[in-house]
């Protein structure tokens, strides 16, 4: 098993606020494919891109049986799976720091089933639906019991197409969650910012972390391919469960269980 160096553990030790951006490679070890890179979603170009059209704004209004078609294939991976030793590990560090922010890409909904409160989901959840006619919340149909049923297009009462409170391809985000990140990572920088298991594709996943880094906090990346390597102070070339529980170990002070550390 990896060991983070010692000068990071050492660094670990001042540490009182914690901020934490992560991507799609965290929920990997829970058994859900990845986007980006071998084996991910997108892993097959064209297939990638037919994916992407899939769950588009464009298409979600001109055919929404297609977008429910993938959002099903997606939910059900997610409500098989589990949250990992890397979700909990962020558990253990919400618990253990003055100040604490989760924010996730995931639309997965492992870190809430794990435990962590203070998410920023940039991207949504798939829990909650909502009518695109008349912008009800669907409050008789959740997400789970609409996918494992699915045999068309889910409507509301009122005829409209339902459809989950996520951000698809060509949406904007939400104004009040970017207010929100802004408050968390910009205006009150944590002592410590770390990215897992994202590509950083997006500039409002990256851009947290390179800030941090610039202003001299501490910055980790946490990824079994590294793409920071320049933008951050430390990287650990591995998957989140194996070295966020020596993280949470290190900030909490006590040596890190042999049944927390992942393979």
């Known amino acids: 098993m990896p060991e983070m160096p010692r000068e990071l553990r050492e660094a670990l030790r001042s540490v009182?606020?914690?901020?934490?951006?992560?991507?799609?490679?965290?929920?990997?070890?829970s058994g859900i494919p990845s986007y980006r890179g071998k084996g991910g979603i997108y892993d097959d170009p064209e297939e990638g891109d037919r994916t992407v059209e899939a769950l588009s704004a464009p298409t979600l209004h001109s055919d929404p049986q297609r977008t429910w078609k993938v959002m099903a294939t997606l939910g059900r991976q997610a409500q098989a799976a589990e949250p990992n030793k890397g979700h909990h590990a962020l558990?253990?560090?919400?618990?253990?720091?003055?100040?604490?922010?989760?924010?996730?890409?995931?639309?997965?909904?492992?870190?809430?089933?794990?435990?962590?409160?203070?998410?920023?989901?940039?991207?949504?959840?798939?829990?909650?639906?909502?009518?695109?006619?008349?912008?009800?919340?669907?409050a008789a149909q959740d997400f789970k019991t609409v996918i494992n049923s699915l045999k068309g297009i889910p409507r509301c009462e009122c005829g409209g197409v339902l459809r989950p409170d996520v951000v698809l391809f060509g949406e904007m985000l939400s104004a009040k969650k970017l207010e929100r990140m802004n408050e968390a990572f910009y205006q009150n920088t944590p002592d410590l910012v770390m990215v897992v298991g994202t590509s950083a594709m997006f500039p409002y996943i990256v851009e947290p972390v390179l800030f941090a880094?610039?202003?001299?906090?501490?910055?980790?990346?946490?990824?079994?391919?590294?793409?920071?390597?320049n933008g951050v102070g430390f990287v650990l070339a591995g998957s989140a469960g194996a070295y966020l529980p020596q993280v949470a170990a290190?900030?909490?002070?006590?040596?890190?269980?042999p049944n927390e550390m992942g393979n």
């Not at 009182?16 to 070890?29: D, K, L, P, Q, W």
């Not at 989760?102 to 492992?110: A, E, H, I, K, R």
């Open 91 to 138: 558990v253990n560090i919400e618990a253990t720091v003055e100040r604490f922010t989760l924010l996730t890409q995931n639309v997965d909904g492992l870190h809430q089933r794990a435990g962590s409160t203070n998410i920023i989901d940039i991207h949504g959840g798939m829990d909650q639906l909502y009518c695109m006619k008349c912008a009800l919340p669907a």
């Open 250 to 257: 290190a900030l909490s002070g006590k040596p890190v269980e």
């Open 213 to 229: 880094h610039r202003r001299g906090k501490l910055t980790i990346e946490v990824n079994p391919q590294p793409v920071l390597a």
């Open 16 to 29: 009182r606020s914690v901020g934490v951006i992560t991507g799609a490679g965290i929920s990997v070890e």
